[in-house]
């Protein structure tokens, strides 16, 4: 497997390979990083899908971050990775210059896109993919079709993105057995997210009860599942491992090697589910962006 990058940060080092698996390396007790490896930002909020639940509240008249002209974009570190999202990304004016502005300072990114804008819009993820723009390719769920399941295929580096209390059995059954990766998300009770949680608060919670019940045997069915640390919370995933698992596969907590990073309403936060007086103002550097989030910690 192909080495995407290797770099030390405070008292470890990590390794990141071609297909996205990273691997921690420490002589101490702990990993101590001086800098995030990793940001969510959001560059923009416009999206057609109108998803019920979407807890970004994003529209047809969201906005665009100003993304070519931050200035904290110069202070990331080579190898350092940022999990791009929107919105709709893919719609975003400057998203390929963005995208070569991170190549050219050998930062990592990684992009998620929806099901309908990855089928639409296959030319230019295709092109992002080919010349190494994006390494990590997410794709968030909206119908498991045989000609979705055929395209994602195609891309080795894709994770299927679906959340718990959207996510169903019917999904299940046509993506199992395909050899595809899976993330699952948390469910967010945050702008959208939340009225649509109140509306149809007992089909959110049904579909959840049976991911809790299933997640062990669907977990079989995939090449790899992930989650982020609120289905980790959710899911309560840590009964499904041993102590030595568990220490092997969390990542950390949201703030202790991650941030998020908000480019159009130009605030930062632990998470994208940080409260409202918990975002903070830009600031110049990832580094002091990311201390900022640490004293939070403490
Ligand atoms: S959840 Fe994603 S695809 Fe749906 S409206 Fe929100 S940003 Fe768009």
């Given at each position: 497997m192909g080495l995407l990058g290797r770099y030390k940060n405070g008292n470890f080092v990590t390794t990141i390979l071609s297909d996205g698996t990273k691997i921690?390396?420490?002589e101490d007790d702990e990993f101590i990083p001086l800098f995030a490896e990793n940001m969510d930002i959001k560059i923009c909020n416009y999206c057609d899908m109108g998803c019920k639940f979407c807890h970004e509240?994003?529209?047809?008249?969201?906005?665009?971050?100003?993304?070519?002209?931050?200035?904290?974009?110069?202070?990331?570190?080579?190898?350092?990775?940022?999990?791009?999202?929107?919105?709709?990304?893919?719609?975003h004016p400057d998203l390929t210059p963005f995208l070569q502005k991170l190549k050219?300072?050998?930062?990592?990114?990684?992009?998620?896109v929806n099901q309908i804008h990855f089928e639409k819009k296959q030319e230019l993820i295709k092109k992002l993919v080919n010349e190494k723009l994006i390494y990590g390719l997410g794709v968030s769920l909206v119908n498991p079709t045989k000609h979705f399941i055929e395209l994602i295929k195609q891309y080795p580096n894709a994770v299927i993105h679906v959340i718990n209390g959207v996510l169903k059995p019917s999904d299940i059954k046509a993506l199992e057995n395909?050899?595809?990766?899976?993330l699952i998300l948390g469910y967010k009770h945050l702008r959208r997210g939340n009225e649509y949680f109140e509306e149809e608060q007992n089909d959110i919670e049904t579909k959840q009860q049976w991911l809790y019940e299933n997640l062990e045997d669907i977990i079989q069915k995939f090449q790899v599942v992930s989650f982020d640390n609120l289905a980790i919370e959710q899911l309560d995933?840590?009964?499904?491992?041993?102590?030595?698992?568990w220490d092997e596969f969390y990542m950390g907590d949201?703030?202790?090697?991650?941030?998020?990073?908000?480019?159009?309403?130009?605030?930062?936060?632990?998470s994208s589910t940080a409260h409202m007086n918990k975002r903070y103002d830009l600031l110049d550097s990832v580094d002091d962006m990311f201390n900022v989030i640490r004293m939070e910690n403490d």
């Open positions: 921690r390396e420490t509240g994003s529209t047809i008249n969201g906005k665009f971050g100003n993304i070519l002209n931050e200035k904290f974009i110069d202070s990331l570190h080579p190898y350092q990775e940022v999990a791009i999202g929107g919105g709709d990304a893919t719609s050219e300072k050998k930062v990592i990114a990684n992009m998620t395909n050899n595809l990766k899976m995933v840590k009964r499904l491992l041993t102590q030595e698992e949201d703030g202790s090697t991650t941030y998020y990073v908000d480019m159009v309403e130009r605030k930062f936060a632990r």
